[in-house]
């Protein structure tokens, strides 16, 4: 039976459809003994910015681990996706970004202005949220949480096999383009959201190949 959709990304349980799910990518987390120190500090935060469903996994599983509370705090998301899953740890007051990138996380700091922000986040992340929180003076801690690497599998995919491909990250897309030289040229590639639309549309400029893009709403990592 032909498989139609190859998604790429880490858990594709929130995808409308029904998918062959072949990662490209993995979490490496930073452990915890070399973050221990922010997270034992986190008392006196009031705000927290996360902006992955992996980001919240392992912020959760770290602040338990050092026994420090969090469900009190105010958290600033990047999705809905990633405010679904802190829902599931009783976590009830949520800003979403109603631009599910990092333009649209600054956008909601402009709204919502965080008093003191808690900020892990992935070592290969954007600068733009970075670069807002000290261009306005925003009271913060920043600092690498995971990192995020290409998972080559093994065999590959045949991508004669598929109807359309699922990105959901440009590190997916680095990793993808990385082990393909070509493309059918029926394939679909399907972005999730605007940063990896722009990731994908200049890797095919960049091997000089054409395809079908379409973006869609952030579904997570």
């Known amino acids: 039976m032909k498989h139609k959709t190859l998604y790429l990304g880490l858990d594709p349980s929130r995808f409308v459809l029904e998918v062959d799910h072949v990662p490209f990518i993995q979490i490496v987390p930073y452990p915890l003994q070399d973050v221990q120190a922010y997270f034992q500090n986190l008392a006196p935060f009031s705000d927290v910015l996360l902006t992955s469903r992996s980001a919240v996994l392992l912020f959760v599983d770290y602040a338990r681990k050092v026994k420090q509370k969090f469900v009190d705090k105010q958290f600033f998301v990047v999705g809905q996706a990633t405010a679904s899953l802190l829902r599931e740890f009783a976590v009830h007051k949520i800003f979403v970004a109603q631009q599910e990138c990092s333009e649209g996380v600054c956008s909601l700091l402009q709204t919502h202005r965080p008093t003191y922000l808690f900020y892990p986040h992935a070592q290969q992340a954007r600068d ?17 949480l995971y990192q995020t690497q290409a998972c080559v599998p093994q065999p590959l995919p ?12 440009p590190s997916t897309v680095k990793a993808f383009f990385a082990c393909y030289a070509s493309l059918p040229l029926e394939l679909n590639l399907l972005a999730i959201g605007p940063v990896t639309k722009q990731a994908l549309t200049k890797a095919l400029q960049d091997k000089g190949l054409t395809g079908q893009i379409h973006e869609l709403k952030e579904v997570g990592l």
């Open 128 to 144: 733009v949220i970075s670069t807002y929180l000290k261009t306005c003076h925003l009271p913060h801690v920043e600092f690498a």
């Open 158 to 169: 045949c991508l004669q096999d598929y109807e359309r491909v699922v990105f959901t990250s």
